[in-house]
């Protein structure tokens, strides 16, 4: 019997907005909100240092959501160029293989299987 649906439909949560599963829209606007507060902080401190504590706290709250929503739509991007037309789960390989958890074979011994 044929299955109804495909394994990549089948392994995989639903791709709602952006080209993003919810998962990956929740985890990239987290990450969003805490980069963001810190720039936030980082800016209405010295904003309030410098000129005034109120204008400082406009600022630095002005400069919290703008940022964290850059940030947030940057790492959707980033996961919806990495998933277009690839294997499943690609997106998630991609960002991982050149990372220290794996053993990276050199240039030079490869060269036979390269060229």
Same mark, same amino acid.
């Given at each position: 019997?044929?299955?109804?649906?495909?394994?990549?439909?089948?392994?995989?949560?639903?791709?709602?907005?952006? #080209?993003?599963?919810?998962?990956?829209?929740?985890?990239?606007?987290?990450?969003? !909100?805490? !980069?963001?507060?810190?720039?936030?902080? +980082?800016?209405?401190?010295?904003? #309030?240092?410098? +000129?005034?504590? #109120?204008?400082?706290?406009?600022?630095? *709250?002005?400069?919290?959501? #703008?940022?964290?929503?850059?940030?947030?739509?940057?790492?959707?991007?980033?996961?919806?160029?990495?998933?277009?037309?690839?294997?499943? *789960?690609?997106?998630?390989? +991609?960002?991982?293989?050149?990372?220290?958890?794996? +053993?990276?074979?050199?240039?030079?011994?490869?060269?036979?299987?390269?060229?």
């Amino acid at each position: 019997m044929k299955p109804s649906m495909i394994l990549t439909e089948l392994e995989r949560e639903p791709i709602v907005y952006f #080209g993003c599963t919810w998962t990956e829209i929740i985890r990239a606007t987290q990450s969003g !909100m805490m !980069m963001g507060a810190i720039l936030g902080l +980082v800016v209405g401190a010295s904003v #309030g240092i410098l +000129v005034n504590g #109120g204008i400082g706290f406009l600022c630095g *709250f002005l400069f919290l959501m #703008g940022s964290s929503a850059v940030i947030t739509m940057r790492k959707l991007g980033k996961i919806r160029t990495l998933r277009a037309g690839r294997p499943l *789960f690609y997106e998630k390989h +991609v960002l991982n293989y050149r990372s220290s958890k794996f +053993v990276q074979p050199a240039k030079r011994y490869q060269r036979e299987r390269n060229t």
